[in-house]
C-alpha cells in the first residue's frame, strides 16, 4: 500500500439547539500521498498567499462569501489529495445521552477511528488540538488509549498545530465546505455547486446515522411494485457488508472503498446515474502503490462482492446501486450479451474438433467442461 498522511479537522459541535447552533458535526480527513507531500504543501502554500495573505487557509475566514469559496475550491481542485469524511446528523440521533458532550464524541470517536483505521491501516494522521477543537482532543485521547499495534501495524498518530500544518489548514476548509453543503444553518443555493467541486476529491462520505428511504423515489419512476423490495435489500446489504469487513487486507479495503463510493454516488447523483469504472478506478488507486488495472476492479472488487451477495447494477455506462427492477434487467440484459455470445463461440470450437475427428473427440466430455457442456446443450434447445 502507498504511505499516505492524513489531516483532520471538525466542524460543528455537539449542541442539540439546532436553531442556534446547527443540525451536523464533520470531521474531514485529507488524504496525501506521503511522496508528494512537499509538493502539495507548496501549492497549498501559494493558494494561502493569494486567498489569505498572511493568515491560515480557514473556511471561517471566507464564511458566507460563496464567490471567494468557489474560486479557492477550483485552486484547490488542481492539487492532488482525496477528502474522507464522517457527516453526522445530530437532529437524527436519539436518546439524551448523545446530549452530553462526553458520550457524544466517544460514539463519534469510534466511529472515526474505525472507519479510518480498516481503510488505511497505515496512516500517520496529523489534527488540530488547539482552540475549539474539543473533538480531536478527545479523538487523540481515544487513539492514545485504544489504539492496538500489533493490528495495525506501522500506523502512527501525531497531532500538529495548524500554522505549522498546511493539511490541517486544508482539512479545516474541507470540514467547513461540507458543513455550506450538510448543515441546516449554512446550505444555500450555491451548496450543490460546492459539491459538484468536492466531487472529483470526495473518496468516501460516511453518513451517521446510516440512512436510506426508498420512498425518497420519485414515484413517477416507479418500475413495478418490487422496486421498493429491490432498493432496501441493495442498500442493506451494502452496509452490512461495510459494517462487518475489517479491511485487513488489500483486496477486501478495495473493496469497502467501493461500496462506500457506490453509496456516495448513490446519495450524491440522482439515483438512475451509472458511474464509469474508470472513475472508480482512479479513486480507487489514491492510496495503492500498484494501479488497480481494469480487469482487477472487474473480478477481484465487482466480481467478487457479487460472490457474496452485494447487489450492483451495470451497464454499458458503469455502475450504481440498484433501485428499481429495471436496474436489474440491465444488469442481466448486460450479461446476456456477453454470455451468450461466448457460448455461441465455445460451441463452434467444440463443432469444429468433432468434426474434424469424426465424432471422435469431444473436448466438453472433459471432467472440468461437463457443467458448461450442459448449459450449452440447454440453450441450444
Known amino acids: 500500500m502507498k504511505q499516505v498522511v492524513a489531516f483532520a479537522d471538525e466542524f ?18 485529507v488524504i496525501i500521498n506521503k511522496d508528494e507531500l512537499k509538493t502539495v504543501n507548496q501549492q497549498l502554500e501559494e493558494i494561502r498567499k493569494k486567498f489569505f495573505q498572511t493568515g491560515e487557509i480557514k473556511s471561517n475566514k471566507v464564511k458566507y462569501n460563496h464567490k471567494r469559496r468557489i474560486l479557492i475550491l477550483k485552486e484547490l481542485s ?33 466511529i472515526l477511528y474505525k472507519e479510518l483505521y480498516r481503510t488505511f491501516p ?43 500544518e498546511l493539511g490541517v489548514q486544508l482539512a479545516d476548509f474541507m470540514a467547513g465546505t461540507l458543513g455550506y453543503i450538510f448543515d441546516a444553518l449554512k446550505k444555500s443555493d450555491q451548496s450543490d455547486n460546492f459539491r459538484q467541486l468536492l466531487q472529483s476529491k470526495l473518496i468516501s462520505l460516511n453518513y451517521f446515522p446510516k440512512k436510506f428511504d426508498p420512498k425518497e423515489l420519485n414515484e413517477n419512476d416507479i418500475f413495478s411494485e418490487y422496486d421498493e423490495t429491490i432498493s432496501t435489500l441493495s442498500i442493506n446489504r451494502v452496509n452490512d457488508f461495510i459494517e462487518k469487513t475489517t479491511g485487513s487486507n488489500q483486496d477486501d479495503r478495495d473493496r469497502l472503498n467501493f461500496l ?10 440522482h439515483h438512475k446515474k451509472y458511474t464509469t469504472s474508470h472513475e472508480f478506478i482512479n479513486h ?16 477481484k ?17 458503469g455502475y450504481k446501486i440498484p433501485t428499481t427492477a429495471i436496474d436489474m434487467k440491465r444488469f442481466i440484459n448486460h450479461g446476456k450479451s456477453i454470455i451468450l455470445p461466448m457460448l455461441r463461440r465455445i460451441e463452434e470450437c467444440r463443432n469444429a474438433i468433432l468434426l474434424a475427428t469424426t465424432n471422435e473427440y469431444d473436448i466438453l466430455e472433459e471432467n472440468e467442461f461437463r457443467k458448461l457442456k450442459k448449459i450449452i446443450e440447454s440453450v441450444r434447445q
Request: no cysteine; proline share 0%.
Open 284 to 299: 480507487l488507486n489514491v492510496n495503492r502503490e500498484k494501479r488497480i488495472s481494469k480487469e482487477q476492479f472487474g473480478s
Open 122 to 164: 497505515q496512516l500517520e494522521l496529523k489534527v488540530d488540538e488547539h482552540g475549539g477543537n474539543d473533538f480531536m482532543r478527545s479523538f487523540k485521547k481515544y487513539v492514545e488509549k485504544n489504539h492496538i499495534r500489533s493490528l495495525f501495524s506501522g500506523s502512527e498518530f501525531y497531532v500538529r498545530k495548524s500554522h505549522n
Open 12 to 29: 460543528g459541535n455537539n449542541s442539540f439547539d439546532f436553531k442556534e447552533q446547527g443540525s451536523h458535526f464533520i470531521v474531514a480527513s
Open 301 to 317: 472488487i465487482v466480481g467478487a462482492l457479487r460472490d457474496k451477495g452485494i447487489l450492483i447494477a451495470s451497464s454499458r455506462d
Open 78 to 110: 488542481k492539487i492532488n489529495y482525496s477528502v474522507y469524511a464522517v457527516v453526522v446528523d445530530k437532529s437524527k440521533l436519539f436518546g439524551e445521552g448523545f446530549r452530553y458532550k462526553k458520550s457524544f464524541y466517544k460514539y463519534l470517536n469510534g
Open 260 to 269: 462506500k463510493l457506490l453509496l456516495l454516488f448513490h446519495q450524491s447523483n
